[in-house]
């Protein structure tokens, strides 16, 4: 049971990854300390005080670029990349009580997976707000991603079932949304190659 609570918790922390990278970690840094949270023994790191610092630091930058028109969308490049290994990373710390190959095989599917999925989604997002608003209601997305991941970290650990049942309902959500993205993406390219389909 303990084993099936720990692997929710590291879902909910993923999924959190997904809307902000560093958010997820800072409040791991914080339970870890607060004796909320015990870490897997490789990733005691992460509750120290520097790591708090630094988590701290990264945490305020990353949001505020955010808030940065256009900036935003060129950090969306690099940070479904990022928020997967962040997912990994945060997947792997909540599971300890398992054998590497098993801890690491859920952090790198299920935690890399949730998180690189999440962080799509709010790609996508961000992309129609552009293409919408001129970017002007990327600030309300940036907003609603910060306060997501600062919820879903929080609930990872207080409610760790209810955060595995949310996720659950944002991934499908998402890959809707992911799918509908990508399906009307190539069907624009192939009327673009191909004039004929337009008339």
Do not use: H
Request: glycine fraction near 8%; include cysteine.
């Amino acid at each position: 049971m303990e084993t099936l609570l720990a692997i929710f918790v590291g879902v909910g922390l993923a999924a959190a990854c997904g809307f902000r990278i560093f958010v997820p970690l800072l409040v791991m840094s914080v339970a870890s300390l607060s004796g909320q949270i015990t870490l897997a023994p490789e990733f005691g790191w992460i509750g120290t005080y520097p790591a708090l610092a630094a988590f701290i630091l990264a945490t305020i930058f990353e949001i505020a670029a955010y808030y940065i028109p256009w900036i935003d969308n060129l950090l969306d490049t690099v940070a479904i990349p990022a928020a997967t290994v962040a997912g990994t990373i945060v997947m792997a710390s909540a599971v300890s009580d398992m054998s590497p190959f098993l801890q690491w095989g859920l952090a790198v599917i299920v935690g890399g997976g949730v998180a690189g999925t999440v962080q799509g989604f709010t790609s996508i997002t961000r992309i129609a707000s552009t293409a919408t608003t001129g970017g002007l209601g990327n600030s309300v997305v940036s907003t609603a991603e910060a306060a997501g991941s600062l919820v879903m970290s929080i609930l990872a650990l207080a409610v760790p079932v209810l955060a595995a049942i949310l996720v659950l309902a944002i991934l499908v959500f998402a890959f809707r949304k992911i799918y509908v993205w990508v399906f009307r993406r190539n069907k624009l390219q192939a009327e673009t190659n191909n004039p004929r389909l337009n008339q």
